[in-house]
């Protein structure tokens, strides 16, 4: 019987998570059976683990928010998906070897894509393009701001930031990333350490930002917050810090900022079915010409699946863990 991951109950991974044989039923009538390929370890992953998140499974459970796989058999009744393609499964429970999901919830990728960098597709880019859309007009050289940018969000941000014409002003923990992310296209880094009140207008050429994507709270978030222009919005994704935002009513008042949240999960269950495909069709474009790339420290198979938690909470990796479902 193919391998899942099972988590028993909310805590530490070493306690709660582990890995069992499951039966998987046939596809029935509009589902598909999927082989799956690759899923990466996210913090939204570890919050489900340590029961933190906002949307918690049934115990126990198999787990997962993500992963790319290929399809190994369709259902009575499916037209527009055959055996051979790789798809995005968007139903929950990715850590597994084989999973049957509603034809209807799966995104079909075009040909074949590097399956590490496909299995990171639906949540953190999907987040960036989102959000770089949704909340204010930008125009061409128009500044955007954001904490955390050497996340897999931060990245995402940055090269679809680039190729569709607008700068970025990053925050970063480590001085040692300021050169390479402006290699993956980041138009200046500084480090938490930088008062971004008194220096956007020297890195920034004069130009405010009028975006902030916060994925870490506190100080972080004020920090981004001083740099915005008036009228600007600041949306908060993340909370890596664990701090609460503290916002000064100055910012509200006299700077007319807007504070706004995003989550995906919402997205997706609110989006219309026409906007959900365009925009993994986009995503999926840019990865294939190699415009979306985000570096991967790791890999482990399912079975050492406690070890790829573990080692997606170190600091200072140099990339995403992943689990590579297919050995
Ligand atoms: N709302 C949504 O729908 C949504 C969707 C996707 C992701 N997210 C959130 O976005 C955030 C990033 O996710 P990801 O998968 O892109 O992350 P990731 O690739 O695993 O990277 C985590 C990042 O957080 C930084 N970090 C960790 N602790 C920090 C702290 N105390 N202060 C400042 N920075 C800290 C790390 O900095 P270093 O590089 O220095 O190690 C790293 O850049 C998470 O909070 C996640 O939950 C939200």
Redesign the pocket.
């Known amino acids: 019987m193919p391998l899942a991951s099972r988590l028993n109950s909310f805590g530490a991974a070493q306690e709660s998570l582990t890995t069992a044989e499951v039966a998987v039923p046939d596809p029935g009538p509009g589902e598909v059976l999927i082989g799956m390929m690759a899923a990466p370890v996210?913090?939204?992953d570890i919050?489900v683990i340590e029961g933190t998140y906002g949307d918690l499974p049934k115990l126990p459970a198999t787990i997962g928010n993500e992963g790319v796989g290929r399809i190994l058999a369709v259902g009575p009744g499916v037209r527009n998906l055959e055996a051979g393609q790789m798809v995005l499964p968007m139903t929950f429970g990715t850590w597994c070897a084989r999973m049957v999901a509603p034809a209807s919830s799966v995104i079909p990728l075009p040909g074949e894509l590097d399956r590490f960098q496909a299995a990171m597709l639906t949540?953190?880019p999907a987040?960036a393009w989102r959000m770089l859309h949704d909340f204010v007009k930008l125009q061409p050289g128009d500044w955007i701001v954001q904490?955390?940018a050497?996340?897999?969000?931060?990245r995402s941000v940055i090269q679809l930031a680039r190729a569709l014409g607008w700068k970025t002003l990053n925050v970063?923990?480590?001085e040692s990333?300021c050169g390479e992310l402006q290699s993956a296209g980041a138009d200046v880094v500084v480090t938490e350490e930088c008062d971004l009140r008194k220096e956007w207008r020297t890195l920034c050429g004069g130009g405010r930002p009028k975006l902030a994507l916060n994925?870490?709270g506190g100080p972080?978030a004020l920090n981004l917050a001083n740099s915005l222009a008036a009228g600007s919005t600041m949306v908060t994704?993340?909370?890596?810090?664990k701090q609460a935002l503290k916002i000064p009513n100055g910012l509200l008042i006299f700077q007319g900022l807007r504070f706004q949240g995003?989550?995906?999960?919402r997205w997706r269950e609110n989006a219309e079915e026409s906007v959900r495909r365009e925009t993994y069709a986009a995503l999926a474009e840019h990865l294939g010409k190699g415009t979306l790339f985000t570096p991967v420290h790791a890999s482990f198979p399912l079975d050492r699946v406690v070890e790829a938690v573990l080692a997606?909470q170190q600091?200072?990796?140099g990339g995403?863990i992943l689990l590579d479902l297919s050995v």
């Open positions: 996210n913090p939204a919050n949540v953190n987040t904490n955390a050497n996340s897999g969000v931060g970063v923990r480590r990333l994925a870490v972080s994704y993340g909370a890596m810090s995003f989550w995906l999960k997606a600091d200072e990796r995403k």
